[in-house]
């Protein structure tokens, strides 16, 4: 496959996801905060309506995060410089980025990540 047909896909792909994040932040606006009548559920629906807000809000902000390194990635391929690590400009592994296509970093840079945090 020719670099000009792996960065279309790349841009499909990075494209696609990040409409299904827009329609799965919609879907979940529509649900937004669960409300806490107190004097309607009992301790236990309590906690779970705390529960499924707080799981709800992580959502929220995985879905943001993604939304980021997405939008990062296809900053990068409109620069020309998709499929090369941030952080040592060496090339991504193709398997990393058919894996994960707004990957930033080589397996190596993402390793020694991992190590520092």
């Known amino acids: 496959m020719s670099d000009k047909i792996k960065l ?51 959502n929220r902000a995985r879905g943001r995060g993604e939304r980021l390194r997405i939008e990062a990635a296809l900053r990068r391929v409109d620069e020309g410089l998709y499929g090369y690590c941030v952080e040592c400009d060496e090339p991504i592994a193709q398997g990393r980025l058919d894996f994960d296509p707004a990957t930033a970093l080589c397996i190596e840079c993402a390793q020694k990540a991992e190590k520092d945090n």
């Open 8 to 58: 279309k896909h790349a841009r499909d792909l990075l494209l696609a996801r990040l409409v299904e994040l827009e329609s799965l932040e919609s879907s979940a606006q529509s649900r937004d905060s669960i409300e806490l009548d107190q004097s309607k559920v009992g301790r236990l629906s309590r906690m779970d309506a705390l529960q499924q807000q707080a799981m709800l809000d992580a």
